[in-house]
């Protein structure tokens, strides 16, 4: 079930398929939620490299799942449709993870902040604008997800996971 699940989620993120093909069950959304929180969790600890403890990715990791859920249910609350929570949930969650690993080499190479003057800016603009095009196109399959699993203009998903990712940001 797990490589059935992480297939259909890159099938997300390339726009082959749409969370209505994802199975409505806990254990896709466990399995998901799961993927998510492991590739978030690789991620911060190896781009934040110089933490102590794992209790800042792991606080970074919990907070984006929880804020995820939190959105995903209010919009699917506001248009009636619980019974479409678990497929938009899983899928959002399985974007999200399958965006951040194929990102995860970009972040791990950008350069950190003191030595941002040092780098040739060619070098460094082609890093920010792909990690640019990889957020928005992960911000696209969100709204994807929210258009279809929500039945809501493609638009209005987009600023909805817009604003999701500013205030996750706001709280990290």
């Not at 911060?44 to 970074?60: H, I, K, M, N, Q």
């Not at 911000?139 to 600023?159: D, K, N, P, Y």
Request: charged residues 10%; hydrophobic residues 60%; glycine residues 8%.
């Amino acid at each position: 079930m797990l490589f059935s699940l992480l297939r259909q989620f890159f099938l997300l993120i390339v726009f082959r398929a749409g969370p209505q093909d994802l199975l409505a069950t806990n254990q896709a959304l466990y399995i998901a939620a799961g993927f998510n929180a492991l590739v978030g969790f690789l991620v911060a600890r190896s781009v934040d490299g110089g933490l102590e403890t794992a209790l800042g990715p792991a606080a970074e990791v919990a907070v984006e799942l929880v804020l995820l859920a939190v959105y995903v249910g209010l919009w699917v609350w506001i248009r009636e449709v619980p019974s479409r929570f678990l497929q938009t949930l899983t899928a959002a969650y399985g974007v999200n993870g399958m965006v951040t690993l194929i990102a995860w080499p970009l972040l791990v190479a950008s350069p950190p902040m003191e030595e941002i003057g040092t780098v040739q800016p060619g070098a460094l603009a082609f890093l920010i604008l792909t990690i640019i095009m990889w957020n928005l196109m992960a911000l696209q399959c969100f709204s994807s997800c929210a258009e279809h699993g929500t039945a809501i203009r493609l638009s209005v998903g987009f600023h909805l996971f817009s604003y999701c990712w500013f205030y996750r940001d706001l709280f990290l």
